[in-house]
């Protein structure tokens, strides 16, 4: 039954998303599609739009025509892409622009190949304000299928992000994201679908205001991906094949420092097991993970559907997982430290999620956390006894060091100046607010419970923690029932506030236009 579902989902992408627009919200308004053109997904094209090649034959190459319509392009303007399947031979660069929209008939009714073109993005927009870009799909970019760098304004609907080739059988050389909108403001990612990217197919990252809704990520590596962002809501998204599903990532070293604020909810994230071929950061997500959060605070989880993800549902990890070389943080991250990125997390808030089947895999996807925890995740718990692997996994071991004592020489790097979010950051309290709450048990055996899984413990007094010298933590994996658990068992005083993205001076997002939203008001 799962794999009919999956064969359904992949049929009707260009089918269901395209035409989920289509008409008007209400029952008693007049269909402006019935007296004007319009894409699939019930854009109205305007009388002044500038068509780009209309009649052109499938396997036209569009690259100077769509340079020419784009050249000096006024600002609103709306640029029509022909309806069709068609050749785009180097990629498509718009700088500073304001207020345009390129839109084709439909992200299965304008389909452009830029496998020739020469290595880079298939579009690029760099600068500009209030950019809307729909109603198309981006097959083969040797780079990256669409990014959007710099931007005030950046609207992505109904449009594919697909690389054909499958990533386990050579789809590493496939492109990096799909839809990439960085450093960038007032971001709605929104209808959209993406497949075969070789890093994540939507990716949102050091960028602010961000809602990511209704879309759809199949076998990439990272299917939706959000890095060194603020103020983000990701939710009614489906991610299934991937080798992660859904992330939150904070990175050193980057432009803007650390990210919070971001909100995963009622998302459908099952099956995503694909071998993990990826290269830099995202290479160290597990294979068989609904849900990674890594070296990032402030995020909450909730209500999200969580299923036969073969390693965990949720993992929670520090940024010690990637690199223990404590002594060296110093040299290696002081800078990006000061800041304001903290190798550390807190204020994970995990609640009313339901979780069916993940963690059963026999033997478990290779990655980071079967290094680190050895053969307790094969089916048994630090004694040796049977036991469910966790469908929730936290790391803990920079709660550890923290509670020891070790990370006493972090004190001088911090600038607790540099972080402006009114969060309390301070890296070395004892309760780090890792919380799972009130999440569901949905295993179709009643022999597998949802177990939630602590790697390191917190006690910096239980010598079990140490290795024989009391020199460095060694992994005890602790295991609790999700039910009446005691090694999670928190809630955060407030919960996080909603994402607020505007366009066009039009705003969007669960206080705006999905205030009635049942997701939205959980």
Known sequence: MKTIKKLQLAAAVAAGLTLAGCG??????????????????GFVLPEDAIYVSADAADGTDLKNAIITALTDVADNAVIVLPEGEFIVSASITVTDATGITITGHGMDATKLDFSTAPEDDGFKFTGGTDITIRDLGVYEAPKNAIKAD?????????????????????????????????????????????????????????????????????HNVAGIEIENSTMADVYNNQAFDN??????????????????????????????????????????APSGTGILIFATSDVEIYNNTITDNDTAGIEIASYFLADDDLANYGTNYGATIATGWSPLIKNINMHDNTFTDNSLASPPKAGLLQEIMGGYLVGQNATGAPQTPPAIIYGGIGQLLANAGLLEGFDAL?????????????????????????????????????????????????AANWNDDQSAPVPTLRIDTMENQTLLNCTPATRLQPAVVTIKGTTYGCTADDSRLAACNL
């Open 150 to 218: 710099g931007v005030n304004g950046i609207h992505m609907t109904y449009t594919a992000a697909v690389w054909e080739t499958d990533l386990e059988l050579g789809g590493d050389n496939n492109g990096a994201y799909g839809l990439y909108p960085v450093s960038s403001q007032n971001v709605l990612m929104e209808n959209n679908y993406s497949k075969g990217s070789a890093d994540a197919g939507i990716y949102v990252g050091q960028s602010n205001n961000i809602v990511v809704r209704n879309n759809i990520a199949e």
């Open 24 to 41: 008007s919200d209400s029952d008693n308004a007049v269909d402006p599609c019935l007296t004007a053109d319009c894409t699939a997904s």
């Open 243 to 284: 080798s992660a599903g859904i992330l939150s990532f904070d990175l050193p070293g980057l432009p803007q420092a650390y990210g919070g604020g971001v909100r995963i909810f009622s998302n459908n994230t099952y099956d995503n097991n694909t071998t993990n071929v990826g290269a830099g950061a995202v290479s160290l």
């Open 414 to 462: 911090v600038n607790e100046s540099a972080k402006a979010d009114g969060v309390d950051h301070d890296l070395y309290v004892t309760g780090d607010l890792i919380c799972a709450h009130d999440n569901i048990n949905n295993n179709t055996s009643t022999d597998n419970d949802v177990n939630i899984g602590l790697v390191y413990g917190f006690n910096p007094f239980d």
